[in-house]
């Protein structure tokens, strides 16, 4: 899948999805929260998820569909339907974006995370250690500073195409 972040500085950032079938969907995304969306790419893509965020768009999901009311959503994107592995993103990326905005946690990623899936219920993945989180900070820091540089107009093109690891 093709994933499209387009700068528009006074209006935000326009992220276009191609899925591999060809067809598109694409959101306007508000001025601060393209990080969410750089680190779903970064932690889904090195870790390999299929069932996160973008690899549910790419199975034919439109952005719209995630930011329905919860009433109102398709019902395999009901909380309850979710796969486990989308429900493990969301909370990845908001702690990798609590991590990228204040230098850390003090405490091992890995930790804060099991804490957090503990909290809701939910098994931890084998395949986030400590080493792959680096990874996905580094590419997520990566991506900030490719995006930050784009002049308006400008996209920042990337490739979705995880491998799953083990």
């Given at each position: 899948m093709?994933i499209?972040?387009t700068?528009h500085?006074?209006?935000?950032m326009?992220?276009t999805?191609?899925r ?12 601060g ?7 779903h790419?970064?932690?889904e ?17 439109t952005t719209e569909?995630?930011?329905?009311p919860r ?12 796969p486990?592995?989308?429900i493990q993103?969301e909370?990845l990326?908001n702690l990798l ?9 003090g405490?091992?990623f890995t ?12 098994p931890?993945?084998?395949e986030?250690t ?11 820091q990566?991506?900030m500073?490719?995006y930050?540089?784009l002049?308006?107009?400008q996209?920042?093109e ?9």
């Amino acid at each position: 899948m093709k994933i499209s972040f387009t700068k528009h500085p006074k209006k935000g950032m326009i992220l276009t999805l191609t899925r591999t079938d060809g067809t598109q969907t694409w959101s306007p995304i508000r001025p601060g929260l393209e990080m969410h969306d750089l680190a779903h790419y970064a932690a889904e893509e090195i870790l390999g998820w299929q069932e996160g965020f973008f690899g549910l768009v790419n199975l034919g999901y439109t952005t719209e569909d995630f930011e329905l009311p919860r009433d109102q959503r398709p019902e395999p994107l009901l909380p309850k339907n979710l796969p486990v592995q989308s429900i493990q993103g969301e909370h990845l990326v908001n702690l990798l974006q609590v991590d990228y905005l204040n230098a850390g946690f003090g405490e091992p990623f890995t930790t804060m995370f099991r804490r957090v899936l503990e909290e809701k219920d939910l098994p931890y993945p084998d395949e986030v250690t400590e080493e792959r989180v680096i990874e996905i900070k580094t590419r997520l820091q990566e991506l900030m500073y490719q995006y930050s540089t784009l002049e308006e107009g400008q996209s920042l093109e990337l490739i979705f195409s995880p491998v799953v690891r083990k």
